[in-house]
Nanobody, 121 residues
């Protein structure tokens, strides 16, 4: 059974930094794309940043230049370094990884449980 475990959320003042980490555990064949999404109260879940298996990255316009997504293939982790945080960044952040359980299985999207990030003004 595959699980994604997130860590690193919390409360920070505007202008501060946080680093989120997400680790995949369990038995699986491989990981493709990884990403971070967020959902603020009353809003839809939105993509924050993603990274492909080849290392190509995509960022939401609202976080470009402030957030950095990175991955460690050996540890099956994806991190999100968040700098210059703003109150508008307040949300529950979710990790997403596309995982193949066996060599002939389809890619499936797995989600973490979510971690709260609160930025005070």
């Amino acid at each position: 059974q595959v699980q994604l475990v997130e860590s690193g959320g919390g409360l920070v003042q505007a202008g501060g930094s946080l680093r989120l980490s997400c680790a995949a555990s369990g038995s699986f064949f491989g990981i493709n794309a990884m990403g971070w999404y967020r959902q603020a109260a009353g809003n839809k879940r939105e993509l924050v940043a993603s990274i492909t298996s080849g290392g190509s990255t995509v960022y939401a316009d609202s976080v470009k230049g402030r957030f950095i997504i990175s991955k460690d293939n050996a540890r099956n982790t994806v991190d999100l370094q968040m700098n210059s945080l703003k109150p508008d960044d307040t949300a529950v952040y979710y990790c997403n990884q596309d995982i193949k359980l066996r060599y002939n299985s389809p890619w499936q999207a797995y989600w973490g449980q979510g971690t709260q990030v609160t930025v005070s003004s």
